[in-house]
């Protein structure tokens, strides 16, 4: 206890953040058992934490944060509304904190850097407040936008009125129209689709804090710790395949991939197809093909490495067989990169076909590293 400097304690958020936990943890548990969940309750919870997440990776992210998209009026007001809803400061604030996230990655001037361990970027960087607040010299351009100008003056009213009084008032009147108790209507409303979605929605978004920086594989860069993962994109709308948003922060789709979980993409995408979003950011197929070309490379040299230390007879014949893969992948690797500097047209054919060499050759070195005697 001695340890926690209690004088640095942001109480306002503190009180915050543990009090929703507290009555979500209590209050929500006590409320099913006593009064039970009806559908119209629950399609509310669905609905509320479906709009809090989209408008925070959707909008404060990928839109406000990175600009990966050009958005209409419709879509910048719900996402500043249903943002201001997850109870996660103004847009504004939001962005500035994660520009500087991506330009200072793992380093002191990171906001949530996980060097200084799991709990402070998950939650700490936010409970308490070690360095003075830095200027918000980072988000002019959005500065001139109207609509996040004017949710950063009222986003605490927004939220308490968007996302706790209206789930309650609706709680109410659904109950009242029945001729059941709206009390418990509006209790419910407020505790399920107003407390316990914030909490979700919050911790969902301090996972790609944490989480996002320590589980996972990291494809297409070691240079920082953000990593890609299924299982986190399940519970971020997308945004757990963070080695490729790190590596690429200005492509509108996280999980890259067609297969990959990213709700977030296909919203932005669906949003595109009916003209309320435009100027969709992707990043050319050959340029992310390259980037995990030298990532493998670059590996293989670290096994080759390896390998070589270790000079026994079986061990020369695998560090020739790790050379040659080194080797092939570095000649890979500049072919890909001299078409590229040529402007030359690569098919998808010829493009899968050096993605499947390079995984390949990655399984090859990962034998040829696992028949070594440690
Ligand atoms: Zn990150
Ligand atoms: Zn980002």
């Known amino acids: 206890m001695n340890r926690i400097p209690f004088y640095r304690v942001n109480w306002i958020t503190s009180s915050f953040l543990i009090g929703t936990a507290l009555i979500a943890l209590i209050g929500v548990p006590i409320y099913i058992i006593n009064f039970g969940m009806d559908w119209f309750q629950f399609s509310m919870f669905f609905f509320y934490l479906s709009a809090t997440m989209l408008s925070i990776t959707v909008g404060y ?26 109870f996660e400061n103004s847009c504004l604030n939001w962005a500035s904190d994660h520009r500087r996230h991506h330009k200072h990655v793992d ?18 960087w936010l ?39 209206l789930p309650a008032a609706l709680g109410a009147l659904w109950n009242w129209s029945f001729g059941l108790n709206p009390q418990i209507g509006a209790l419910g409303g407020f505790l399920l689709a ?82 309320l979003v435009e100027g969709l950011r992707r990043v050319p197929d050959s340029k992310i093909l390259l980037a995990e070309m030298g990532e493998a490379h ?29 080797e092939r992948l570095a000649a890979n690797y500049h072919e890909l990169e001299a078409s590229m500097a040529s402007r030359m047209q690569l098919s998808r054919e010829k493009l899968r076909e050096w ?20």
Request: glycine share 6%; charged share 20%; proline share 5%.
């Open 298 to 326: 670059r590996r293989a040299q670290q096994k080759l490495a390896e390998i070589q230390k270790a000079a026994s007879s079986p061990a020369c014949r695998a560090s020739a067989a790790a050379r040659e893969v080194v």
């Open 61 to 86: 992210h990928r839109l406000f944060s990175h600009l990966s998209f050009k958005a209409k009026a419709p879509v910048k007001i719900f996402t500043l509304i249903f943002g201001a809803c997850a």
């Open 194 to 275: 107003g407390v316990a979605r914030i909490v979700i929605a919050q911790h969902c978004t301090f996972f790609i804090n944490s989480l996002c920086h320590t589980l996972g594989r990291q494809p297409y860069s070691t240079s920082h710790s953000a990593r890609d993962s299924a299982l986190m994109a399940f519970f971020t709308f997308g945004e757990g395949y963070h080695n490729y948003h790190h590596e690429f922060q200005h492509d509108y789709r996280n999980g890259v991939k067609p297969w990959q979980w990213d709700p977030s993409k296909w919203t932005i995408w669906l949003l595109s197809k009916v003209g």
């Open 127 to 165: 409970l308490f407040k070690l360095n003075p607040e830095p200027p918000m010299d980072n988000v002019a351009d959005l500065r001139k936008d109207k609509w996040v100008m004017l949710q950063h003056r009222y986003v605490h009213w927004i939220g308490l009125v968007i996302g706790l009084i």
């Open 355 to 374: 993605q499947n060499e390079t995984r390949s050759m990655m399984r090859e070195m990962q034998r040829i590293a696992a028949s070594q005697p440690a």
């Open 107 to 124: 380093h002191d001037d990171d906001p949530y850097d996980i060097s200084k361990g799991f709990f402070w970027a998950h939650i700490g």
